[in-house]
């Protein structure tokens, strides 16, 4: 099936409900909103209703037990959404017929973290009244969503970036769930040095400007979104690509003009600061010996937020029963923070991972 995941995913952008399938085998394309009831969340705070944006591709089977046994779960990084995941470099090279997670064989789901994508977030209406999220909130959150769906076991969870952080709390708190976990761009341990400098600009940058308004603006403070903008952008790049791509000052300033124009009409001030404040008091580290699924752990040499030579990756990962650290070299096949969406760089590892037996 030549780019058949991209042609399920270009069917599945304008669908709100289960796709009539051509025979009994053809894989669901569903999309649609799960709705947690009186989520309370790690702050204390709560709300009536949290509602969690999905996608999921192809369908469950379940063993001779009953037991789901063809659940992924694919966790998105800050600022964006499961739909990032339906491209040509990613779904392209993994959802395809005979891929990795060909959606013929595994039921494939992509939520929206809490305060991301369609999923409740402040700039529904609440903004700074919004209840602070973390990263375990996000985490629980999908729990729920997987329950509603009647998922009782994953045999695959991988995560980019925010969604990295996620998937270390995914097999510390259900490790009985999880046949095998893949982290892409972070680390366990908390957020410091130039990764949580960079945060904090953002957010001085959104509450210092004076038409922010405590979060009740009428229209976006564009000065503050432009520094935040320029900000993200940096951190998610790499310098061998984008020399290549902008090898000259006018491709360069243009390409700034165009990235700007493009993403400052979708960024929402209050939506990303609560994003990019998620993480402040995030730690993974004190539990990496509860895992006992099999870890495939990808960093990328030139990666800005967690750049190789802290050493940290290659400290952690000899706490793992059953973990192994792949730091992927620069090159201009890599892109930085940005490499996770780039899945043929790291493809061959996922295939060496879900070949390991899963755990007892």
């Known amino acids: 099936m030549k780019s058949g995941a991209l042609i399920a995913c270009a069917i599945l952008l304008g669908q709100t409900r289960p796709a009539a399938a051509a025979t009994p085998e053809a894989p669901r394309h569903v999309e649609g909103d799960f709705v947690a009831e009186n989520f309370r969340f790690a702050s204390g705070e709560s709300l009536p209703e949290v ?143 130039r990764n949580r400098v960079w945060r904090e600009l953002i957010v001085e940058a959104i509450r210092s400007d004076p038409e922010w308004q405590q979060g009740e603006y009428k229209v976006e403070p564009a000065a503050a979104l432009r520094n935040a903008a320029g900000l993200l952008l940096l951190s998610g790049s790499a310098p061998l690509p984008m020399q290549t791509a902008l090898p000259t000052r006018a491709a360069a300033d243009g390409f700034v003009a165009e990235y700007m124009n493009r993403e400052l009409p979708v960024l929402d001030a209050n939506d990303l600061l609560y994003q990019v404040d998620a993480s402040a008091e995030y730690d993974a580290s004190d539990g990496l010996e509860k895992i006992r699924a099999p870890v495939m752990w990808v960093n990328s040499a030139d990666d800005f937020t967690n750049p190789p030579e802290l050493g940290i990756a290659e400290r952690q990962v000899k706490r793992l029963k059953n973990g192994r650290f792949v730091l992927l070299p620069a090159s201009d096949q890599t892109h930085g923070h940005g490499t996770p969406v780039w899945a043929a760089v790291w493809r061959q590892y996922l295939e060496q991972l879900l070949a390991l037996p899963s755990p007892p």
């Open 51 to 193: 509602r969690i944006h999905f996608t999921a591709l192809g369908k469950p089977h379940r063993n001779a037990q009953g037991r789901v046994d063809n659940a992924v779960l694919l966790l998105h990084g800050m600022n964006a959404s499961g739909r990032s995941f339906l491209t040509e470099r990613f779904a392209g090279v993994l959802f395809g017929k005979d891929q990795p997670l060909d959606i013929n064989r595994f039921y494939v789901i992509l939520p929206d973290a809490i305060g991301h994508g369609t999923s409740s977030r402040p700039s529904d209406g609440l903004h700074m009244q919004f209840p602070h999220y973390n990263i375990a909130d996000m985490v629980q959150a999908q729990y729920l969503l997987l329950a509603d769906l009647q998922v009782d076991h994953l045999r695959l969870v991988l995560g980019t970036s925010t969604g990295c952080l996620q998937t270390w709390l995914w097999g510390e708190q259900h490790p009985e769930l999880i046949d095998a976990l893949m982290p892409l761009a972070c680390l366990p341990v908390p957020i410091a040095g």
